[in-house]
Every structure is written in structure tokens, then in C-alpha cells.
């Protein structure tokens, strides 16, 4: 089972990370400046990541796939890795549907 892993960047900000059950990161959010905000953004992939309109699939400019999870008002709430392959990263998005929805969260701040 996937969790959501909450640190603390070397700003201060906080950010987390959605793990599969294998420990592998599979999507990265941006810099909260409150922790609650960080759960916030937690709920919104929890949400969102069931709708595959949200999911904007892209190509880095030296061609690797990757994508990222945007909310109802279009705001990114989550970045995948860079893939290898498009069928990669579209078992990434796979990952996040099935693992986002009842993840556990490790808040590693506390």
C-alpha cells in the first residue's frame, strides 16, 4: 500500500511525497509554507487523481516523458519523475491512481 510521506524542505518548507507500496516515489509536490497546507494538497491528490482529465501528460525538453497532476482550478499539486518511456510514465499515473486514494500519511516533521 502507498503512503504519503511528509518532510520538510531545506527552506523550511514542507512538501510530500506519494511512495508506492514498493518505496518508490511516484509523485512530488511543490513547497507548502504551512503544514496544513501540505495536507490540504494531500487530499486534493487523494481526490483528484481518480479523474484522468487532470493528469497532463508531458515530454522534458531532452525528451523524457514524465507528468503531472493538476487540481480543478488547473494549479499543479503533484510531479511525477522523468520516465524512460511513455508506456513508463503512464504506469506511473496507473500507480498514482491505485495508490493515492487510501494511502496512509508519514508525517516525518513531527
Do not use: H, W
Request: glycine residues 10%; proline residues 2%; hydrophobic residues 25%.
Amino acid at each position: 500500500m502507498g503512503k504519503f510521506v511528509i518532510t520538510t524542505r531545506s527552506n523550511g518548507e514542507f512538501q510530500f511525497n506519494l511512495k508506492a507500496g514498493n518505496g518508490q516515489t511516484i509523485l512530488t509536490s511543490e513547497g507548502y509554507s504551512t503544514k496544513s497546507a501540505c495536507a490540504n494538497g494531500i487530499e486534493s491528490v487523494k481526490t483528484n487523481s481518480q479523474d484522468d482529465s487532470r493528469y497532463d501528460k508531458k515530454e522534458s525538453s531532452s525528451g523524457k516523458p514524465y507528468f503531472n497532476l493538476k487540481a480543478g482550478n488547473g494549479q499543479i499539486i503533484g510531479a511525477s519523475e522523468m520516465y524512460e518511456s511513455t508506456s513508463a510514465r503512464d504506469n506511473g499515473i496507473a500507480s498514482v491512481k491505485s495508490n493515492a486514494p487510501d494511502a496512509a500519511t508519514d508525517d516525518q516533521t513531527a
